[in-house]
């Protein structure tokens, strides 16, 4: 059984910078795919970045040249480096793995505000 558990996540001016981790545990494929995504109340859950496990990476328009994913393969972790955050950018914030295309799974999630 996979699981994924975000930590990082917290209150900050705008302007501020955060540092999401996302630590996935159990039996892991090394095919895969892992990423970040929001929802803010009310709204869909949108994505926000992804990285292979060869890393490369793709982000949201709305991310590009603010957001930063990584992850370290050693420990089946992946970061994402907020900084010049925005109140748009407040939301719940959760971590997505993706083995081999197919399965998929879900952290619980991690509150990130952004105060004007």
């Known amino acids: 059984q996979v699981q994924l558990v975000e930590s990082g996540g917290g209150l900050v001016q705008v302007g501020g910078s955060l540092r999401l981790s996302c630590a996935a545990s159990g039996s892991i494929d090394s095919i895969n795919v892992m990423g970040w995504y929001r929802q803010a109340p009310g709204k869909q859950r949108d994505w926000v970045a992804q990285?292979?496990?060869?890393?490369?990476?793709t982000y949201a328009h709305s991310v590009q040249g603010r957001f930063t994913i990584s992850r370290d393969n050693a420990k089946n972790t992946v970061f994402l480096q907020m900084n010049s955050l925005k109140p748009e950018d407040t939301a719940v914030y959760y971590c997505?793995?993706?083995?081999?295309?197919?399965?998929?799974?879900w952290g619980q999630g991690t509150q990130v505000t952004v105060s004007s």
């Open positions: 997505k793995l993706i083995e081999r295309g197919v399965w998929e799974y």
């Open positions: 990285i292979t496990g060869d890393g490369r990476t």
